[in-house]
């Protein structure tokens, strides 16, 4: 298995409120992505990095923020947290790899889930 | 903005039975994969599909990539309840920079 963690695992917070959710891996892979999984809307981007603070928007990007200053953290931070953003939260790596047509296979940590009261 | 559809949405069937689920776009892909996610964990990569009619297989799983790229469908024969769990597929274009699109998935249910 991939050297993928997530921190924390469960959460629950106010609305109002800021939250930092941490993935770190000790892959070395250079990309990192930030995913929401919610039911009848499967996995959505939130925000990825193509390496040391280099980072982009996904298509559900509103209301979040991304970090990372070393290759091995990648921080998503909910500016302030609404109950819309109640959902299940996902890291994930990856790397290009020769023979895959240029596909990035990803590597999911297990998960976040966070919970908006 | 490329559609992509996974069918069925949802699929209960019981051990022993065969099933194919479905991916299709309206796009055409560099490459393809699949994932399968058990509850309460991440997804799991099952296979990259790459060439066009490309098969491949993995134990009880058939893989095939649409001879124009287009569409994967994955065959599951005799299926366990060790399969249940939601498939996703997740093309991937050229120039899409290490993003992946993801499948709303189909989740299966194999009783015993």
């Known amino acids: 298995d991939a050297g993928i963690t997530q921190s924390p695992r469960h959460k629950v917070t106010e609305t109002g409120t800021p939250v930092t959710l941490r993935c770190h891996q000790t892959?070395?892979?250079?990309?990192m992505y930030w995913y929401r999984q919610d039911p009848g809307h499967g996995l959505r981007l939130i925000h990825y990095?193509?390496?040391?603070?280099?980072?982009d928007k996904g298509e559900v990007s509103d209301g979040y923020s991304v970090s990372r200053s070393k290759t091995e953290d990648f921080l998503l931070t909910l500016e302030s947290a609404t109950s819309s953003q109640t959902s299940v939260y996902f890291c994930?790596?990856?790397?290009?790899?020769?023979?895959?047509?240029?596909?990035?296979?990803?590597?999911f940590g297990p998960g976040t889930r966070l919970t908006v009261t | 903005t490329q559609l992509l559809e996974q069918s069925p949405q949802f699929l209960s069937i019981q051990e022993g039975e065969n099933l194919t689920v479905y991916c299709n776009s309206s796009?055409?892909?560099?490459?393809l994969q699949w994932y399968r996610q058990e509850p309460g964990e991440g997804p799991v990569l099952l296979v990259t599909?790459?060439?066009?009619?490309e098969v491949k297989k993995l134990k009880r799983l058939t893989f095939q990539f649409g001879d124009a790229r287009k569409d994967s469908s994955l065959h599951i024969t005799a299926a366990q309840p060790g399969d249940t769990g939601l498939y996703l597929c997740?093309?991937?274009?050229?120039?899409?920079?290490?993003?992946?699109?993801f499948g709303q998935g189909t989740e299966l249910s194999v009783k015993p």
């Open positions: 796009s055409v892909f560099s490459s």
């Open positions: 892959e070395n892979h250079r990309y």
């Open positions: 994930a790596i990856s790397e290009s790899r020769a023979g895959t047509g240029g596909s990035y296979e990803q590597y």
């Open positions: 599909v790459v060439t066009g009619g």
């Open positions: 990095s193509y390496g040391v603070k280099d980072t």
């Open positions: 997740a093309p991937c274009g050229d120039n899409q920079g290490g993003k992946l699109i």
